[in-house]
């Protein structure tokens, strides 16, 4: 029980890293909760400060969640890779570093994925990549997949715990992309430009 809670809370705590901040202080000088759509993650400094800075959080934020996956997967099987994936990704989201007050969990989530079943990861990053290309509506993308998710691990039978960590955590993606899908609806959602 103690490498559990060990798990849980050092997860948490890495997830609380706030690299998409950092990145932006780092390259542009700026806190990036002040500018685009105020949220601490990697896209919005993509639309905020361009490629560089943007590749560089997902990279930092992808990473977090691919090493403490493997991590927890190594110590306690694939239920300590799940547990470490899912307080990750929370940490990332309600970082106490930033009040509580983080990203919205892509691409930490997407290091998870790529860590526990790589398959999954390419599938996904597939979508991702087809609807962002054809859109340049990164939000819908990422609500997409994070829809195909559980479907896709249902489908290629991965184990249950898996399989329930792809439910719940792609209803949380869709669920912290809510004031997005307003705007989606509205069509108001923002576009990158890809030539920044």
Avoid: W
């Avoid at 905020?48 to 800075?53: C, D, I, R, V, Y």
């Avoid at 994936?85 to 790529?114: D, E, N, Q, R, W």
């Avoid at 039978?157 to 955590?169: D, H, N, Q, R």
């Amino acid at each position: 029980m103690s490498k559990y809670i060990m798990l849980i809370i050092i997860s948490y705590l890495v997830g609380s890293i706030p690299f998409s901040y950092i990145t932006a202080k780092f390259i542009g000088n700026i806190d990036i909760r002040k500018h685009g759509s105020g949220n601490s993650g990697a896209t919005n400094v993509l639309r905020t400060l361009g490629p560089k800075a943007g590749g560089t959080a997902f990279i930092l934020d992808f990473l977090k969640g691919f090493i403490l996956a493997i991590i927890g997967k190594k110590l306690l099987g694939i239920q300590g890779g799940v547990i470490a994936s899912a307080f990750v990704v929370i940490g990332h989201c309600y970082p106490f570093s930033l009040g509580f007050k983080g990203g919205k969990g892509v691409a930490t989530a997407g290091g998870t994925i790529f860590a526990l079943y790589p398959l999954i990861g390419f599938i996904l990053m597939i979508i991702h990549f087809l609807i962002t290309g054809l859109t340049r509506i990164v939000s819908l993308a990422s609500i997409t997949v994070a829809a195909s998710f559980p479907i896709v691990s249902f489908i290629l039978k991965k184990p249950i715990s898996f399989t329930l960590y792809a439910l719940c955590l792609g209803s949380f993606v869709i669920y912290k992309h809510k004031g997005n899908i307003k705007r989606l609806l509205s069509g108001n959602e923002s576009k990158i430009n890809f030539k920044k």
